[in-house]
């Protein structure tokens, strides 16, 4: 029997089929929501903005949602595995990471002596180049002033400028009425 019941399915694919069965539509919704819960868990919103994208722009090729939804999923699927796990083929980062820790076991107890004592010199050399920061800082508000001074400099220049050109701007707005005025003339008299 159901066998029988499936055969019919793909044998007429009227609304029989799997495309506009009920529970084939709502085991695709359950993915689908399963998908945007997981993707905004995750921290990709990016996905989850794609999905909904995919499946706005694929309803205006067909009204099944159960199609919309599917080609949603396959899509984001591609963009997850294709592009976000790009890294995965070669697996380098992994491998150099395990050989630095190994290094890094193998280090002895004077290179660890030696570590700390220039720890020491350099939290020394820091609190000697803080002083020579404050000059710096100095140094930089006053050209920031400067800057400034010039930029108030240029705004004044166009100001002036657009005050200068503003009576032309009067007159080729006449001129634009005038030709209006012709224009509508002609037409009414064409």
Known sequence: MFVQTLMNQFENPKPNSL??????????????????YTFSVSGNMGLAISFLLVG???SFFSKNMTVILVISLAF????QFGLYNRDMEGM?????????????????SKDKVADT????????????????????LTKKKDEIAKDGKKLE????????????ISPYMKQAEGLVDKMKETASAIENTA
């Open 19 to 36: 495309l506009y069965n009920r529970f084939v539509l709502y085991f695709v919704f359950a993915l689908a929501l399963f998908q945007l």
């Open 56 to 58: 706005f722009l694929t």
């Open 76 to 79: 984001t699927g591609i963009l």
């Open 92 to 108: 380098t980062e992994g491998a150099e990471t395990a050989t630095n820790d190994n290094k890094a076991t193998h280090e002895t």
């Open 117 to 136: 004592t220039n720890a020491t010199v350099n939290e020394k050399d820091k609190t000697e180049k803080t002083k020579p920061n404050e000059d710096s």
């Open 153 to 164: 400099a240029l705004q004044s220049k166009i100001l002036d400028n657009f005050q200068a």
